[in-house]
């Protein structure tokens, strides 16, 4: 379990497991630290009989995540780990694989690679004041393409990823990509609930559903393919020139 200085915080609520994502001075944003420590909690989770449900959110009321740690990945830090970044499976991707059902409770900017990590849970809900963005196509990059259609339809994921505009959590309700929208300080509290309430049912018969639910809609063929479409993306000439001018659009650096 992370101290109260880490990266990413744990505390149980009875079979519920509580992670905080905790670098509010970068809004939560993914680096190489949090992406590993998101993947290794999962993964301890998933060999705990008594973690029933994962809640996911971000410290205080500015951020849920803001995404992939600009400053890292365009080299303007170093990375705190020296190891390569976890691969997607490894990392944020155990979200989208894990048995356990995820809930997001997403408390403020969710964007990029965050609304990536909030897709891939099983239920989004979001506080009044959430807003969520998916900024691939202006950093050259294909950004929940395989995911996004299942819970919006394919038009709106087109919309919201070609444009790569904001929208606003009232908006994400009714394009049904949370399922609800409380006060901020209500939030939290709710998704709590909810876990516990699906922590109470059989967890044979929950995850045979998650399973179930995911083989009807989620597609293993898509996310390779915006897996390998990324791969070609990333490093060209266009894609690099594309995430600088962002890097220093976002940073000022």
Known sequence: MSDE???????????VLLLTMNRPERHHALNRELTAALGAAVERAEHDPDVRVIVLTGS??????AGADMLEMSGVEASSRPAPAPSRDGGTGRFLTT???VIAAVNGYCYGGGASLAISCDIRLASESATFRLPG???GLVVAAATLPRLVGSSKAKELIFTARRFTAAE???WGLVSAVYPQ???????LALAQEIAGHSVAAVRGSKRVIDAATLSSAALELEAETNRALRGSPEQSERFRSATRRVTGR
């Open 5 to 15: 200085g880490g990266v990413l915080l744990e505390k149980r609520h009875g079979h």
């Open 60 to 65: 205080g009321e500015r951020a849920f995540c």
């Open 99 to 101: 048995p356990i059902p």
């Open 137 to 139: 196509t202006e950093y």
């Open 172 to 174: 994400a309700l009714a």
């Open 185 to 191: 300080p209500e939030l939290l509290a709710a998704a």
